[in-house]
């Protein structure tokens, strides 16, 4: 029966794709880029749609300058799906460096070019056009979607899912969908845990010239940790029996697509980077003061309090004076069971329409699927990308890749929902 039903609602997605291809480029006119811009049109412009096509939503403010967008559709007897998507985009940057206007959202025969449109732009629409498709049709849902459009999720998510999730708005959600690029041949299933460490170095100032003998240099007692740094990527992730074979799939995922030797580590192994390091006056003075960042990511199994406990030793071990840092959690690693019936849904109905394999994977970066994965809310991410222009230039999306991700929107709406039209 839902088979039916899926190869019903996967027709019209082909027979209006116009449709949803120029809700991609619309929304990729509308320029959002955080920081530096605001959401304040793509939200107008969203509303205007969902009100166009009869879905409830509101508008809700965590601070006056974000709005967030939640809309409804079905009832309250059954499952409440939430479908996530964040309507800002990073900055485009320097012009020069694309080959085609960041907000002309101009469409080729087979892609879609701008920034935003693989991050996340296409996903975006794929899931609001979905909605759309269920409202028009007037879908028999036992459950309800809940749409959330965020405006922050470039600068953290605070003010947006997490803020939305912590004043009740995925109260009893039995399912999340975000919309965020994966490829279509893998559905994120967990990613890993930031945590970001800052290093001052305080010394005594001499003169150059006798910089060895007096004076005590602040950039090199850093230099002596951040040499000892490196030493936390031998820390391992842990996992379980079950999680072994999306362990297996997802570094062979990173293997495939990061193409650097040993890269495959990066999913269960800890990484480091140190991002900025700033110190001394001038050559010939000895410098007084030093300071370093670092970004930690921690792979399932490692805790920030693991890390904490290694810098400090690494440190101790050194016996320096001077010394002063602090640490910064912004996430733990997550993850969502890949038996959970969304995730199956997800795999089988992306199998059926690619006609390819597709597999549950863990990732490198996060993004804010953490948020509802802190609330148990089981939770993936599965969206149209083309990776090489994400967070960079000449940003594109492939028009088939657009189509088929909505197809699997409709197919696990309609596995999770019982859906009938
Ligand atoms: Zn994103």
């Known amino acids: 029966m839902s088979e039916s039903i899926k190869e019903e609602l996967w027709q019209i997605i082909d027979d209006r794709k116009d449709e949803l291809v120029n809700l991609v480029s619309n929304l990729?006119?509308?320029?959002?880029?955080?920081?530096?811009?605001?959401?304040?049109?793509?939200?107008?412009?969203?509303?205007?749609?969902?009100?166009?096509?009869?879905?409830?939503?509101?508008?809700?403010?965590?601070?006056?300058?974000?709005?967030?967008?939640?809309?409804?559709?079905?009832?309250?007897?059954?499952?409440?799906?939430?479908?996530?998507?964040?309507?800002?985009?990073?900055?485009a940057g320097d012009r020069n460096k694309w080959d085609f206007d960041p907000f002309s959202g101009e469409i080729t025969d087979t892609q879609i070019l701008g920034r935003g449109t693989s991050d996340m732009k296409a996903g975006l629409a794929g899931i609001i056009f979905a909605t759309k498709i269920l409202a028009e049709k007037k879908a028999?849902?036992?459950?309800?979607?809940?749409?959330?459009?965020?405006?922050?999720?470039?600068?953290?998510?605070d003010k947006g899912s997490k803020w939305l999730i912590e004043n009740g708005y995925a109260r009893n959600a039995d399912a999340c969908l975000v919309a965020e690029p994966t490829s279509y041949s893998n559905c994120e299933v967990g990613q890993k845990g930031s945590l970001w460490i800052k290093i001052k170095s305080y010394g005594k100032s001499a003169h150059g010239s006798i910089g060895n003998y007096v004076g005590e240099n602040a950039i090199t007692k850093i230099i002596k940790i951040l040499d000892k740094v490196e030493d936390l990527t031998q820390l391992k992730g842990k996992y379980k029996e079950s999680q072994l074979k999306v362990l297996e799939d997802s570094k062979m995922i990173a293997k495939g697509a990061l193409k650097a030797e040993g890269v495959e580590n990066?999913?269960?192994?800890?990484a480091v980077n140190v991002g900025t390091i700033n110190g001394g006056i001038k050559t010939n003075m000895v410098a007084d003061y030093c300071e370093a960042a670092i970004d930690v990511r921690m792979p399932i199994g490692v805790k920030a309090a693991d890390i904490e406990r290694e810098f400090n030793k690494i440190v101790d071990g050194l016996n320096l004076q001077g010394?002063?840092?602090?640490?910064?959690?912004?996430?733990?690693?997550?993850?969502?069971?890949?038996?959970?019936?969304?995730?199956?849904?997800?795999?089988?109905?992306a199998e059926k329409i690619w006609n390819k394999k597709v597999v549950p994977a863990y990732q490198w970066a996060s993004s804010d699927a953490r948020y509802y994965r802190y609330n148990n809310i089981p939770t993936i991410q599965y969206?149209?990308?083309?990776?090489?222009?994400?967070?960079?230039?000449n940003e594109t999306v492939d028009i088939e890749d657009v189509i088929n991700s909505t197809k699997v929107y409709l197919g696990i709406l309609t596995d999770l929902l019982e859906i009938e039209i």
């Open 28 to 91: 990729i006119k509308i320029p959002s880029e955080n920081p530096t811009s605001n959401v304040e049109e793509i939200t107008e412009f969203i509303s205007e749609y969902l009100e166009q096509n009869k879905i409830e939503y509101e508008i809700i403010r965590s601070e006056p300058k974000y709005p967030n967008i939640v809309a409804k559709l079905g009832n309250d007897e059954g499952k409440t799906i939430v479908l996530n998507g964040h309507a800002d985009v990073v900055p």
């Open 140 to 157: 028999k849902l036992k459950g309800k979607i809940i749409l959330h459009v965020v405006p922050d999720e470039e600068t953290g998510g």
């Open 266 to 270: 990066v999913i269960d192994h800890v």
């Open 323 to 349: 010394i002063d840092y602090e640490f910064n959690w912004n996430s733990e690693a997550n993850y969502t069971d890949a038996n959970e019936p969304l995730v199956k849904s997800a795999v089988n109905n």
């Open 383 to 393: 969206g149209p990308a083309n990776t090489e222009g994400i967070h960079s230039y």
